[in-house]
């Protein structure tokens, strides 16, 4: 009886053996036949070349149904941008936040930087020819073409008004393109955007992000050293004469306030993974106040500004 049960505990010890064998060998066969993901590096030229009109901040050749996707949520107080921030630019009054030490794609807003650095470097008289290359930015609305020769101080009109992706790749590449963007993060930092990180000099990579707080540090700093750059922003629009270098062209703000009498400067950005995005600096009961958001939802990036505004102006006193 006893050599009957050892003999069935031989044989049990034996299956279970052969069992843990099949399985271990049927694991390992599955991890072979499951190649890891490959991983996708994103190189300048890719974003220099690559043309998508979900990239044009003019919303009659904006590519809604791409965007829409972005910030489908509606956050508090109403407001669909998944960060934001209130706060005076000559004080350290913060008004209303939410998430605003969050690092989100800014988009076109990154231009406000190009346009610093740009006008730090070169003389506003410097001349500055659209390559074949720029010219194969995502396209916008500026109607700035190759072989066409701008100074410095024309270029910041479609850089800042149309959110012109061209006019950012060529004064990027007046100097040597990664030095200038090395240069972009460089004073960034210096600044007091402390998370913020430039990948291109248009906003159209993902890579470029910052915080709610890093650019309220960039409108205060606008604001307080940079007054001729918000000075640009405020323009409807901009004209530009036939001249042997360039054809006649007309530049227009895609800032939905720049009409607006207590509007101070500001910016707009837009992109399939930022969604909207948007800095304005306006007058409320005489105290200048920044307004920034991040991942708005589509066409939604005005409704949460002025959302804002309401909700924060009986807050502000002189």
């Known amino acids: 009886m006893e050599d009957n049960h050892n003999k069935l505990l031989v044989v049990t010890i034996i299956c279970a053996v052969i069992m843990g064998t099949s399985a271990i060998t049927k694991v390992i066969s599955i991890d072979k036949a499951s190649p890891k993901p490959a991983i996708n590096i994103l190189t300048s030229?890719?974003?220099?070349?690559?043309?998508?009109?979900?990239?044009?901040?003019?919303?009659?050749?904006?590519?809604?149904?791409?965007?829409?996707?972005?910030?489908?949520?509606?956050?508090?107080?109403?407001?669909?941008?998944?960060?934001y921030i209130a706060a005076g630019v000559n004080n350290?009054?913060?008004?209303?936040?939410?998430?605003?030490a969050k690092v989100l794609p800014v988009a076109s807003m990154s231009k406000l930087v190009t346009a610093f650095a740009?006008?730090?470097?070169?003389?506003?008289?410097?001349?500055?020819?659209?390559?074949?290359?720029?010219?194969?930015?995502?396209?916008?609305?500026?109607?700035?073409?190759?072989?066409?020769?701008?100074?410095?101080?024309?270029?910041?009109?479609?850089?800042?008004?149309n959110s012109s992706n061209i006019a950012a790749e060529a004064l990027a590449s007046s100097t040597m393109r990664s030095e200038f963007l090395e240069l972009m993060s460089s004073y960034a930092w210096e600044i007091g955007?402390?998370?913020?990180?430039?990948?291109d000099p248009s906003g159209v990579s993902p890579q470029n992000k910052a915080s709610s707080r890093d650019l309220l540090a960039l409108a205060r700093y606008l604001y307080k050293f940079r007054p001729d750059i918000l000075a640009l922003t405020r323009n409807g629009t901009y004209s530009v004469s036939t001249t042997t270098d360039h054809d006649a062209h007309q530049f227009t703000s895609t800032h939905p306030f720049v009409a607006d009498k207590?509007?101070?400067?500001?910016?707009?950005?837009?992109?399939?993974?930022?969604?909207?995005?948007?800095?304005?600096?306006?007058?409320?009961?005489?105290?200048?106040?920044?307004?920034?958001?991040?991942?708005?939802?589509?066409?939604?990036?005005?409704?949460?500004?002025?959302?804002?505004?309401?909700?924060?102006?009986?807050k502000v006193s002189p």
């Open 193 to 199: 955007m402390s998370t913020a990180h430039f990948a």
């Open 45 to 83: 030229s890719d974003l220099e070349i690559k043309e998508s009109s979900s990239f044009r901040e003019n919303t009659d050749t904006t590519n809604s149904k791409q965007i829409k996707k972005v910030a489908p949520v509606v956050y508090t107080n109403g407001i669909s941008a998944l960060a």
């Open 262 to 314: 207590n509007f101070l400067g500001g910016k707009t950005g837009r992109t399939p993974e930022a969604g909207d995005t948007m800095m304005t600096i306006m007058n409320i009961n005489s105290v200048p106040v920044a307004i920034i958001v991040l991942g708005s939802n589509y066409g939604e990036r005005g409704d949460d500004t002025k959302r804002i505004i309401d909700l924060i102006q009986p």
């Open 92 to 100: 350290d009054v913060v008004y209303l936040e939410h998430s605003s």
């Open 118 to 161: 740009a006008t730090d470097i070169l003389s506003a008289s410097t001349s500055i020819t659209i390559t074949e290359l720029e010219a194969k930015a995502p396209p916008d609305g500026s109607g700035i073409r190759e072989n066409e020769t701008y100074s410095l101080g024309e270029l910041l009109y479609p850089l800042l008004l």
